[in-house]
């Protein structure tokens, strides 16, 4: 059993719809991804594995953090959106790239460390595929307390590295947060194929032009595209092909038991 089977087989105990979006609005994303949770909590849909894009860009904030840390004013004149996540964690700018929601029950004795484990063992693997080189397991867990104090650039998901997540040259490379409803689990995932997300600088509320450009260049410095890590640019169509195929293609192992017929895959 290879380790994409592995973890697969360790996130979802049975079925599962592999759930393929498209593009879509800051407000259907996280109302999508909300309302799947509370219908898996319930018993009503089966746990999924869902990729989607934003049109147009958004600006998400995590659950508890405070709106008053966005220029909202601001991200109308770009014409970005403003959403609450379900998840936790700092704001993002979702612009050039594939995100990730992972909504499942934990079984008696799990926990979200290996999930959040696990889903990265599947995401490495997929853009490792097709090239990515350099990606590794960040090892060490940041001091949150002390990066929190640094006001310029705390208010940034990708201003720091947790462990388990992947990083390029020890740059940060794919931005998670979790949340537990009870025992379901919902998990997301920004992965930056390219440029633009350093741009979450521009709205941030009540910073001058000194403090935007600290914390541009700390996130350029901290945190890397999946394009970078590959050396050409990889786009969204082939982010979702990779991460798609390496699932696919761990089910149909002919040396593992698993019952790919079992698994659901819905394009929506």
Not at 134 to 147: C, G, S, V
Request: charged share 25%; aromatic share 10%; hydrophobic share 35%.
């Amino acid at each position: 059993m290879n380790d994409v089977l592995r973890a697969i087989n360790n996130i979802f105990s049975d079925d599962f719809e592999l759930v393929l979006s498209g593009l879509s609005s800051g407000e259907y994303n996280m109302e999508y991804d909300l309302e799947r949770t509370n219908q898996v909590a319930k018993g009503l849909s089966q746990p999924i594995f869902r990729l989607y894009g934003w049109k147009p860009w958004a600006v998400s904030l995590g659950a508890n953090q405070k709106i008053l840390d966005i220029d909202k004013k601001k991200c109308e004149e770009y014409g970005w959106s403003v959403v609450y996540r379900p998840t936790g964690g700092r704001a993002v700018l979702h612009a050039n790239e594939i995100t990730y929601a992972v909504v499942t029950k934990l079984a008696p004795g799990q926990t979200s460390h290996s999930i959040y484990r696990d889903i990265h063992i599947i995401l490495l693997e997929a853009f490792k595929s097709i090239g990515c080189k350099e990606l590794e397991f960040h090892k060490a867990q940041p001091n949150f307390r002390d990066l929190y104090k640094n006001e310029d650039v705390s208010v940034s998901c990708f201003a720091s590295t947790a462990r388990y997540e992947i990083s390029y040259k020890g740059r940060k490379v794919i931005g998670s947060a979790q949340r537990l409803f009870g025992d379901t689990l919902l998990q997301h995932g920004s992965i930056p194929l390219d440029s633009g997300y350093e741009l979450i600088a521009e709205v941030i509320n009540n910073s001058n032009d000194t403090k935007k450009n600290i914390l541009r260049e700390y996130l350029l410095s901290h945190s890397a595209t999946i394009s970078e890590s590959a050396g050409r640019k990889i786009t969204y169509d082939e982010a979702l092909n990779a991460i798609f195929n390496i699932i696919v293609k761990s089910n149909f192992d002919l040396n593992s038991k698993s019952d790919f017929s079992k698994k659901n895959v819905i394009l929506n």
